[in-house]
């Protein structure tokens, strides 16, 4: 595509929450490899500092600036502050995503309200206010893209806190794209499916990592039968992209998981 409307991720700054590792860490190298000129990687706290600092390096050797911003985001005041850090090391923010998310399989009546609102502000909230953040600091047209779940599309026991508390964003994703969508800021939610990742393993019993690993339509054309992170990556950086028609959206992308 030539023209005004063209969009590309080359020279563009984009910050990663929850960029150190897993998901993050690869779209933060796969978006340095493929012209981005500044990336801003958060990561939580000093346990993940070392997988995040090399990520780091991976983005610097593919020739962008790299920063790395620690901070525990479940609350309005630290997501402001990332915004606010982001913006000040690399001068502007074209585009943000959201990758961080908790993980709680238990039955409904086993749930207490500390973990519930544990769920509620990792999942919901910090979603709420980085899609608030992002919308008050992106450059015109922007792009947002936040992580949630293909749960979203499944009638299953068990999982209630987890798509419960990551069903918002949805909601929040539409909202946010009438909003901003003056500014040309496209806003929109990846759903994968569960993925090849130390995210999913701790949460599943041995049964149910080999009901995963049959469930989706293309499971057999796997090396897991899972969700691939490397199948993730594309479609995001196409949503900060050449896709920044589609907004408003939130989109499972899981080989025929689950649909809607």
Request: with cysteine; charged share 20%; proline share 4%.
């Amino acid at each position: 595509m030539s023209g005004p409307n063209k969009r590309s991720i080359e020279g563009k700054h984009v910050l990663i929450a929850g960029g150190g590792k897993n998901l993050g860490g690869l779209l933060a190298r796969d978006l340095a490899a493929h012209g981005a000129a500044q990336v801003a990687i958060h990561y939580n706290s000093p346990a993940t500092r070392a997988e995040a600092e090399a990520t780091a390096d991976a983005v610097r050797q593919s020739g962008a600036g790299a920063h790395l911003i620690a901070a525990d985001l479940t609350s309005a005041a630290a997501v402001g502050a990332l915004f606010d850090d982001a913006r000040n090391a690399m001068g502007r923010i074209d585009a943000a995503v959201n990758t961080v998310g908790k993980v709680l399989k238990k039955p409904i009546a086993e749930i207490g309200e500390a973990e519930f609102d544990e769920m509620s502000a990792v999942n919901s909230k910090v979603a709420f206010f980085f899609i608030r953040e992002a919308g008050r600091t992106l450059a015109e047209r922007g792009s947002i893209c936040t992580l949630v779940t293909s749960l979203l599309g499944a009638y299953t026991p068990f999982y209630a806190a987890y798509a419960g508390t990551k069903a918002p964003v949805e909601h929040y994703t539409r909202a946010a794209s009438k909003e901003f969508g003056a500014r040309g800021i496209s806003v929109t939610a990846i759903g994968p499916g569960p993925m090849d990742t130390p995210f999913f393993y701790p949460a599943e019993g041995a049964d149910a990592v080999a009901y995963h690993r049959t469930a989706a339509a293309l499971s057999p054309f796997t090396a897991t039968g899972l969700t691939d992170i490397a199948d993730i990556v594309p479609w995001i950086r196409f949503l900060l992209t050449e896709g920044w028609w589609m907004t408003g959206q939130t989109i499972l992308v899981n080989g025929g998981y689950t649909t809607k």
